[in-house]
């Protein structure tokens, strides 16, 4: 996939369930993709993503599904806010793993 600014994530919404797509920074890790909430579990996706972590994410013309958890991992962590600020100058939030289903 490519190495492009912005990351296009489907989630289906908690409350409507319908599909629900968001423009948004990301950083790739190990064949995992990682986005940071700002407003943390306040934002939107990330309460979708609590309540059906099956998603579907785009980077170009590709479309991956996948699943989407919050990692724990304190140096995976720390290793995804570096490349994320190296990227964006920016990391402060939650961090979102999404890992692409095996095709």
């Known amino acids: 996939m490519s190495a492009g600014k912005y ?3 489907t989630t289906i919404g908690h ?3 319908r599909p ?3 423009e ?4 790739e890790h ?3 993709y990682y986005l940071v ?3 943390r579990e306040a ?6 993503i609590r309540a059906n972590p099956s998603i579907s994410f785009r980077l170009d013309s590709t479309v991956a599904p996948g699943r989407a958890s919050l990692p724990g991992d304190a140096q995976l962590l720390a290793a995804v806010k570096a ?4 990227k964006y100058g920016w990391s402060n939030g939650l961090v979102v793993e999404l890992k692409p289903e095996a095709r």
Do not use: A
């Open 30 to 32: 190990r064949g995992c």
């Open 83 to 86: 490349k994320m600020d190296k």
């Open 7 to 9: 990351l296009y994530l």
């Open 43 to 48: 934002s939107h996706w990330v309460r979708n």
């Open 24 to 27: 948004i920074w990301y950083v």
């Open 15 to 17: 409350k409507t369930g």
């Open 37 to 39: 909430s700002e407003k």
């Open 20 to 22: 629900h797509e968001i």
